[in-house]
């Protein structure tokens, strides 16, 4: 073979072992791009998913309650549904009645957070409060009944005025009616 001959032999193989990098950094980069693109679609369906399940618990408690109102007598446990995210769902008639300090520790700490909403009509509030706004829905909402959308939540059995549902994925929440009384009551 001649120098020419060895010469291009040489430089055709270098040429071939520079190109291979050169397309190992290229898949490589395609496929962080499809993760990246992956996540960026994904993420978004998680939160939904999420926003989801806080709406659908919302919609689910409100019409059980509005069940058990217009019946005679009911007790019921409802299996309900929240993202992690959400800590408790709490109760309270009027959040500027709450006697702060017969709470035990996790109740101030909830309390606390969620102060900011005492001049609201609500009755049933989201811990953190920064577990549903993230979502543009309002860690506070009513729950009321009926076309009117009468009071239907009778909060005068909870101690202090406040009383939270620890969260951890899924909550039971009983609801009661008895034969004598006008309103629902959160059983505690």
């Known amino acids: 073979m001649s ?18 990098p ?9 496929i962080a791009v499809f993760i990246v693109a992956a996540v960026i679609v994904i993420k978004p369906l998680v939160s939904s998913g999420e926003q989801t399940k806080i ?14 109102w217009v ?12 993202p992690t995210r959400v800590k408790a769902v709490c109760f309270s008639k009027k959040l500027e009645n709450v006697k702060i300090e017969n709470l035990n520790p996790d109740e101030t ?3 606390e957070n969620l102060n900011l909403y005492k001049n609201k009509d609500a009755n049933l509030y989201f811990y953190p ?3 549903v706004s993230v ?6 909402m009513k729950i009321s009944c009926g076309q009117g ?24 929440i009983t609801i009661e009616k008895k034969d004598n009384e006008k309103d629902v009551r959160i059983k505690i």
Do not use: H, W
């Open 109 to 111: 700490k909830a309390y």
């Open 149 to 172: 959308k009468m009071e239907c939540l009778n909060l005068s059995n909870i101690p202090n005025n406040f009383y939270c549902f620890k969260n951890e994925g899924s909550l039971k």
């Open 129 to 131: 409060d920064n577990s």
């Open 71 to 82: 019946t005679e007598s009911m007790t019921k446990t409802l299996p309900l549904a929240l």
């Open 22 to 30: 050169y397309q190992m950094i290229f898949s490589v980069f395609l």
């Open 3 to 20: 120098k020419r001959g060895i010469l291009t032999n040489m430089m055709s193989k270098k040429a071939q072992i520079m190109g291979m």
């Open 55 to 68: 709406l659908t618990f919302y919609q689910e408690l409100q019409s059980e309650i509005g069940k058990a």
């Open 135 to 140: 979502f543009k829905i309002y860690p506070y």
